[in-house]
Protein backbone atom coordinates (compact mmCIF):
# COMPACT_ATOMS: atom_id res chain seq x y z
CA UNK A 1 0.00 0.00 0.00
CA UNK A 2 0.75 3.47 0.52
CA UNK A 3 3.01 5.33 2.75
CA UNK A 4 5.03 8.08 4.08
CA UNK A 5 8.18 7.77 6.60
CA UNK A 6 9.83 10.87 7.64
CA UNK A 7 12.80 11.38 9.94
CA UNK A 8 11.38 11.30 13.64
CA UNK A 9 11.53 14.74 15.61
CA UNK A 10 12.06 16.48 17.20
CA UNK A 11 14.81 18.41 15.64
CA UNK A 12 16.35 21.80 17.64
CA UNK A 13 18.71 23.74 15.40
CA UNK A 14 20.39 27.14 15.74
CA UNK A 15 19.23 30.00 13.72
CA UNK A 16 21.01 29.85 10.72
CA UNK A 17 21.68 26.49 10.25
CA UNK A 18 21.30 24.36 7.73
CA UNK A 19 18.16 22.25 7.35
CA UNK A 20 17.41 18.81 6.54
CA UNK A 21 13.76 16.93 7.03
CA UNK A 22 14.18 13.13 5.54
CA UNK A 23 11.02 11.47 3.89
CA UNK A 24 10.55 8.43 1.70
CA UNK A 25 7.56 7.50 0.23
CA UNK A 26 5.99 4.08 -1.02
CA UNK A 27 3.56 4.02 -3.76
CA UNK A 28 2.76 2.56 -7.30
CA UNK A 29 2.36 4.83 -10.34
CA UNK A 30 3.61 8.51 -10.12
CA UNK A 31 1.94 10.17 -6.81
CA UNK A 32 1.94 13.97 -6.14
CA UNK A 33 4.17 14.58 -2.94
CA UNK A 34 3.15 17.64 -0.61
CA UNK A 35 5.08 19.38 2.41
CA UNK A 36 2.84 21.05 4.89
CA UNK A 37 3.57 22.78 7.92
CA UNK A 38 2.13 23.56 10.99
CA UNK A 39 2.46 26.73 13.31
CA UNK A 40 1.46 26.66 16.75
CA UNK A 41 -2.05 26.43 17.42
CA UNK A 42 -3.08 26.02 13.29
CA UNK A 43 -4.06 23.92 10.68
CA UNK A 44 -1.76 22.50 8.19
CA UNK A 45 -0.79 25.01 5.16
CA UNK A 46 0.65 23.89 1.76
CA UNK A 47 4.26 24.72 1.82
CA UNK A 48 5.55 23.56 -1.45
CA UNK A 49 4.69 20.39 -3.61
CA UNK A 50 5.94 18.54 -6.50
CA UNK A 51 4.02 16.82 -9.29
CA UNK A 52 6.80 14.80 -11.14
CA UNK A 53 10.14 13.13 -11.18
CA UNK A 54 12.66 15.52 -10.96
CA UNK A 55 10.29 18.39 -10.21
CA UNK A 56 11.79 20.66 -7.10
CA UNK A 57 9.51 22.09 -5.23
CA UNK A 58 10.01 25.92 -3.32
CA UNK A 59 8.70 28.56 -0.91
CA UNK A 60 9.70 30.81 1.41
CA UNK A 61 13.37 29.23 1.12
CA UNK A 62 12.61 26.13 1.77
CA UNK A 63 13.35 23.28 -1.56
CA UNK A 64 12.67 19.58 -1.73
CA UNK A 65 12.91 17.28 -4.86
CA UNK A 66 10.83 14.82 -6.42
CA UNK A 67 13.22 11.51 -6.69
CA UNK A 68 11.44 8.55 -8.36
CA UNK A 69 14.93 6.47 -8.25
CA UNK A 70 15.20 7.03 -4.10
CA UNK A 71 11.49 7.41 -3.99
CA UNK A 72 12.48 10.48 -1.33
CA UNK A 73 11.08 14.02 -1.22
CA UNK A 74 13.65 15.55 1.79
CA UNK A 75 13.23 19.08 2.78
CA UNK A 76 16.14 21.87 2.90
CA UNK A 77 16.59 24.94 4.17
CA UNK A 78 19.94 26.90 4.25
CA UNK A 79 19.30 28.89 6.83
CA UNK A 80 16.60 28.78 8.85
CA UNK A 81 14.81 31.17 11.50
CA UNK A 82 13.17 30.99 14.93
CA UNK A 83 9.72 31.41 13.14
CA UNK A 84 10.10 28.37 11.22
CA UNK A 85 9.82 26.37 14.30
CA UNK A 86 6.62 24.45 13.72
CA UNK A 87 5.73 20.66 12.86
CA UNK A 88 6.46 19.80 9.37
CA UNK A 89 4.03 16.65 7.32
CA UNK A 90 5.46 15.00 4.02
CA UNK A 91 2.46 13.65 2.12
CA UNK A 92 1.45 12.02 -1.32
CA UNK A 93 -1.72 11.94 -2.98
CA UNK A 94 -2.30 9.22 -5.91
CA UNK A 95 -2.98 10.86 -9.40
CA UNK A 96 -5.47 8.18 -10.35
CA UNK A 97 -8.21 6.17 -8.00
CA UNK A 98 -8.40 7.05 -4.70
CA UNK A 99 -8.81 11.03 -3.58
CA UNK A 100 -7.08 10.40 -0.26
CA UNK A 101 -3.65 11.98 0.85
CA UNK A 102 -1.57 9.51 3.12
CA UNK A 103 0.37 11.71 5.22
CA UNK A 104 3.87 10.93 7.55
CA UNK A 105 3.84 11.41 11.14
CA UNK A 106 5.30 14.77 11.26
CA UNK A 107 8.70 16.45 12.46
CA UNK A 108 8.77 19.07 14.88
CA UNK A 109 11.36 21.57 14.30
CA UNK A 110 12.61 23.92 16.99
CA UNK A 111 14.75 27.07 15.83
CA UNK A 112 16.90 28.64 18.95
CA UNK A 113 17.87 32.12 18.83
CA UNK B 1 -11.44 35.54 3.14
CA UNK B 2 -12.77 32.37 5.73
CA UNK B 3 -11.47 29.64 3.91
CA UNK B 4 -12.41 26.46 5.98
CA UNK B 5 -13.92 27.55 9.24
CA UNK B 6 -14.46 24.45 12.16
CA UNK B 7 -16.49 24.41 15.47
CA UNK B 8 -15.92 24.54 18.20
CA UNK B 9 -12.24 24.86 18.55
CA UNK B 10 -12.11 22.61 22.25
CA UNK B 11 -14.76 20.95 24.05
CA UNK B 12 -14.72 18.30 26.21
CA UNK B 13 -17.37 15.27 26.58
CA UNK B 14 -18.16 12.73 28.99
CA UNK B 15 -17.87 8.68 28.07
CA UNK B 16 -21.24 7.93 25.69
CA UNK B 17 -22.42 11.59 25.11
CA UNK B 18 -22.74 12.82 21.89
CA UNK B 19 -22.07 15.86 19.69
CA UNK B 20 -21.39 17.31 16.31
CA UNK B 21 -18.28 19.01 15.21
CA UNK B 22 -18.78 21.65 12.29
CA UNK B 23 -17.14 22.40 9.34
CA UNK B 24 -18.11 24.87 6.98
CA UNK B 25 -15.81 26.42 3.75
CA UNK B 26 -16.78 29.20 1.19
CA UNK B 27 -14.27 28.21 -1.49
CA UNK B 28 -16.87 26.24 -3.49
CA UNK B 29 -15.20 23.11 -3.05
CA UNK B 30 -15.99 20.00 -3.95
CA UNK B 31 -13.95 17.34 -1.89
CA UNK B 32 -14.13 17.72 1.62
CA UNK B 33 -12.17 15.54 4.80
CA UNK B 34 -12.24 14.89 7.99
CA UNK B 35 -8.63 14.21 9.78
CA UNK B 36 -7.84 13.12 13.58
CA UNK B 37 -4.15 13.83 14.68
CA UNK B 38 -3.33 11.79 17.49
CA UNK B 39 0.60 12.64 19.33
CA UNK B 40 3.00 10.88 17.17
CA UNK B 41 0.24 9.34 14.54
CA UNK B 42 0.19 12.13 12.18
CA UNK B 43 -3.41 12.90 10.31
CA UNK B 44 -5.73 9.74 10.46
CA UNK B 45 -8.73 10.11 7.77
CA UNK B 46 -11.86 10.16 9.19
CA UNK B 47 -14.56 10.38 6.42
CA UNK B 48 -14.03 12.29 3.15
CA UNK B 49 -16.50 13.56 0.58
CA UNK B 50 -16.26 14.35 -3.27
CA UNK B 51 -19.79 16.57 -3.41
CA UNK B 52 -22.65 17.14 -1.87
CA UNK B 53 -24.76 13.55 -1.40
CA UNK B 54 -21.68 11.76 -1.51
CA UNK B 55 -19.34 10.46 1.16
CA UNK B 56 -17.16 7.29 1.74
CA UNK B 57 -15.49 6.19 4.72
CA UNK B 58 -11.10 7.04 4.74
CA UNK B 59 -9.03 5.24 7.75
CA UNK B 60 -10.60 5.04 10.98
CA UNK B 61 -14.32 5.52 10.81
CA UNK B 62 -15.38 3.79 13.55
CA UNK B 63 -17.48 5.77 15.78
CA UNK B 64 -17.95 8.85 13.42
CA UNK B 65 -20.96 9.62 10.82
CA UNK B 66 -20.51 12.02 8.12
CA UNK B 67 -23.13 13.94 6.01
CA UNK B 68 -22.88 16.31 3.42
CA UNK B 69 -26.22 17.66 2.05
CA UNK B 70 -24.56 21.44 0.60
CA UNK B 71 -21.47 22.04 -0.88
CA UNK B 72 -20.26 24.30 1.83
CA UNK B 73 -20.89 21.89 4.71
CA UNK B 74 -19.47 18.94 6.41
CA UNK B 75 -20.25 17.76 9.62
CA UNK B 76 -18.59 14.96 11.56
CA UNK B 77 -21.37 12.89 14.35
CA UNK B 78 -19.54 11.53 17.18
CA UNK B 79 -22.91 9.14 18.50
CA UNK B 80 -21.41 7.46 21.84
CA UNK B 81 -18.13 9.43 23.01
CA UNK B 82 -14.88 7.13 23.68
CA UNK B 83 -11.96 7.92 25.63
CA UNK B 84 -9.75 6.58 22.33
CA UNK B 85 -12.20 9.47 20.53
CA UNK B 86 -9.57 12.08 22.39
CA UNK B 87 -7.81 14.07 19.37
CA UNK B 88 -7.19 17.26 17.18
CA UNK B 89 -9.89 17.08 14.89
CA UNK B 90 -9.10 18.76 11.20
CA UNK B 91 -11.79 19.79 8.69
CA UNK B 92 -10.02 19.91 4.90
CA UNK B 93 -11.17 20.47 1.51
CA UNK B 94 -9.79 21.08 -2.00
CA UNK B 95 -11.26 21.86 -5.58
CA UNK B 96 -11.37 19.00 -7.26
CA UNK B 97 -10.18 17.40 -10.46
CA UNK B 98 -7.53 19.22 -12.29
CA UNK B 99 -7.02 21.49 -9.11
CA UNK B 100 -3.62 21.79 -7.75
CA UNK B 101 -4.08 19.17 -5.29
CA UNK B 102 -3.47 21.75 -2.20
CA UNK B 103 -5.74 21.00 0.80
CA UNK B 104 -7.34 23.91 3.07
CA UNK B 105 -7.03 23.01 6.47
CA UNK B 106 -9.22 24.41 8.97
CA UNK B 107 -7.69 25.29 12.66
CA UNK B 108 -8.65 22.24 14.28
CA UNK B 109 -11.01 21.21 17.15
CA UNK B 110 -9.56 19.51 19.96
CA UNK B 111 -11.73 17.03 21.52
CA UNK B 112 -11.18 15.37 25.18
CA UNK B 113 -13.52 12.40 26.44
CA UNK B 114 -13.54 12.09 30.08
Known amino acids: GNSVTQMEGPVTLSEEAFLTINCTYTATGYPSLFWYVQYPGEGLQLLLKATKADDKGSNKGFEATYRKETTSFHLEKGSVQVSDSAVYFCALRRTSGTYKYIFGTGTRLKVLA | NAGVTQTPKFRILKIGQSMTLQCTQD?????MYWYRQDPGMGLKLIYY???????DKGEVPNGYNVSRSTTEDFPLRLELAAPSQTSVYFC?????????????FGEGSRLTVL
Open chain 2, 49 to 55: SVGAGIT
Open chain 2, 27 to 31: MNHNY
Open chain 2, 92 to 104: ASRAGTGDTGELF
